[in-house]
């Protein structure tokens, strides 16, 4: 794609472009600790809320997954500790 191609691009387009980029950003550095951009962000609401419950986590992240994608990182996260 030319330069005046890319310029025409609607912000939508470079706002998911950035959050894919953030993503494989966050997945890459967190890939030592066993996590993904999710995980992540759950340990992340969890700590924030002082022990969040489940619920209040896939509420949270709502946005970013589906609440059975957030639920399983949720229980993938309980197994570990």
Request: glycine share 6%; net charge neutral; no cysteine.
């Given at each position: 794609?030319?330069?005046?191609?890319?310029?025409?691009?609607?912000?939508?387009?470079?706002?998911?472009?950035?959050?894919?980029?953030?993503?494989?950003?966050?997945?890459?550095?967190?890939?030592?600790?066993?996590?993904?951009?999710?995980?992540?962000?759950?340990?992340?609401?969890?700590?924030?809320?002082?022990?969040?419950?489940?619920?209040?986590?896939?509420?949270?992240?709502?946005?970013?997954?589906?609440?059975t994608e957030v639920l399983g990182?949720?229980?993938?996260?309980?197994?570990?500790?």
């Open positions: 794609m030319s330069r005046p191609d890319r310029q025409r691009l609607p912000i939508g387009y470079w706002l998911k472009r950035a959050d894919e980029l953030l993503t494989a950003r966050i997945d890459e550095a967190q890939r030592e600790n066993g996590l993904t951009r999710l995980g992540w962000q759950a340990l992340n609401v969890v700590r924030g809320a002082d022990g969040a419950e489940a619920a209040l986590v896939a509420e949270t992240l709502a946005p970013f997954a589906s609440a990182v949720v229980d993938a996260l309980r197994e570990r500790a």
